[in-house]
């Protein structure tokens, strides 16, 4: 399902709120409940899944490689398990994955231990932007093939592996990567391990924990992961919270807004997806965590916001990996509070949706805040009292949900419009993003 086109108009100051909202389920997890419960055994059950473009490409693969998949109520669904290395596809079977490099990612690494598959894979005109070469080399040690040689950009053919082989792999910053790498590993004979410096997000080893027989981790300044290859998985039955990275946009309308209160319900709290949150505490904003619960190893519960003075932001290289989809919205943060920001160790921001560095340092320049980017680091140098006067801001069809909802946030708060070119891609992840919005009482204008 490919969402009609629209741009939006913002030309509005928001006002002081005061409310508590349900933001959409995360997209992260959504995503893994289906790969993981088709190449498990019996029948899984996901709960609350996130039903936007970036699920809806998921389950259409997976539907396209033999995966049943039937909706079972609102936001419930049955996934029937095909077991590991059983997908199929007839020969030139073309997948698109859409906007999703998690898609993307996770699925090769499915397919690439999958014997006998010939498959044309590409995506829309962001993902087919985006370099997958570390991927296609990561692939080529369980011995897939990528075609043409050389190209490191969809669409390209991809022929699986015949003879799964395990190999050690020593995971830099992407949680892709690695729960692709993790995935491929599951049905290749021997034992896959990776070493993880830097904790990137841990859904994948979350959902697969509780089989013994094939994932174990050892904790430490480093983890250990260790796949066992070819151990059948048992079946999933998940609840999914809130999209910590969609209650980001709401967190930071509220700490940049005027005597307002918001309590996001059900969030998602993982500690390698909260670093946003930690930055932000660490800089004077006020935001607590209550009500925490856990389901599936996932810790779940509600943040609580109030308007705050934040101090400019000193974010260490660290922060990235934990808040690696919060940076466009940090940098409307940052932007907006006086004094200069730094954000180091964010060289991947580049490869995301859009260049996310350049297409926001060209949307603050068009509110007048100076900013220099060199070497994966980024300064911001905030103005909280921001001259309005003829300014405009424009962003043209990047294909990037998350830059849209901070240009809107940017908006809301300055008073200065906005024009925002092709919105609905926000639909890959936050499909009740304008609703919400809307509770919080903004004021917008959607342009067919
Ligand atoms: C994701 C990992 C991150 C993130 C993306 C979702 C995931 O990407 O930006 O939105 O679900 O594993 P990288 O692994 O490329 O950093």
Do not use: W
């Amino acid at each position: 399902m490919i969402s009609k086109s629209f741009n939006l108009n913002v030309n509005c100051l928001i006002k002081p709120f005061n409310k508590t909202v349900e933001v959409d389920p995360d997209k992260s997890l959504s995503i893994r409940s289906f790969l993981i419960g088709a190449i498990s055994q019996e029948i899984s059950h996901a709960n609350n899944v996130l039903e936007s473009e970036d699920v809806f490409s998921t389950i259409n693969c997976l539907k396209r490689l033999g995966v049943s998949i039937k909706k079972r109520g609102n936001k419930s669904y049955a996934i029937y398990g095909k077991g590991l290395g059983s997908l199929f596809a007839k020969k030139n079977t073309k997948l698109n994955f859409g906007n999703s490099g998690t898609l993307a990612r996770l699925l090769i690494g499915i397919l690439s231990t999958t014997p006998n598959l010939k498959i044309k894979v590409q995506g829309d005109h962001s993902l087919n932007k985006r370099n997958m070469k570390r991927l296609i080399e990561l692939m080529s040690e369980f011995g897939a093939e990528f075609a043409p040689k050389g190209k490191h950009n969809f669409p390209l053919e991809m022929t699986s592996s015949e003879m799964p082989v395990c190999f050690k792999y020593n995971a830099g910053v992407s949680a892709q990567l690695k729960s692709a790498v993790i995935l491929g590993g599951l049905n290749t004979f021997g034992t896959t391990e990776i070493i993880e410096k830097q904790k990137s997000r841990n859904h994948t080893e979350n959902l697969l924990k509780k089989n013994l027989q094939s994932i174990k981790i050892v904790n430490g300044k480093n983890n250990l992961i260790k796949i066992y290859g070819k151990k059948t998985l048992k079946p999933l039955n998940i609840n999914i919270p809130g999209d910590p990275s969609s209650a980001a946009f709401f967190t930071a309308l509220t700490l940049l807004n005027r005597n307002s209160f918001l309590k996001i319900k059900n969030v998602g709290l993982n500690h390698t997806r909260v670093g946003f949150y930690e930055l932000l505490k660490k800089h004077g904003a006020k935001i607590l965590f209550k009500n925490l619960k856990k389901n599936n190893n996932e810790i779940y519960g509600d943040i609580i916001i109030k308007s705050s003075k934040i101090k400019p932001i000193r974010a260490s290289q660290e922060y990235y990996v934990k808040a690696t989809d919060e940076y466009p919205i940090l940098f409307i943060i940052a932007a907006l509070t006086k004094g200069i920001s730094i954000f180091k160790g964010i060289g991947d921001l580049a490869n995301k949706e859009s260049n996310r560095v350049k297409e926001m340092q060209k949307i603050l320049k068009q509110i007048g805040v100076k900013t220099i980017s060199s070497k994966g680091q980024l300064k911001i140098y905030g103005n909280d009292n921001l001259n309005k006067k003829n300014k405009k801001i424009k962003v043209p069809n990047l294909g990037d949900h998350r830059i849209c909802m901070s240009a809107k946030v940017l908006s809301l708060i300055t008073g200065i419009p906005v024009r925002i070119k092709n919105f609905e891609t926000v639909f890959t992840s936050s499909p009740s993003f304008l609703k919400i919005m809307k509770s919080l009482g903004a004021k917008f204008e959607i342009k067919k």
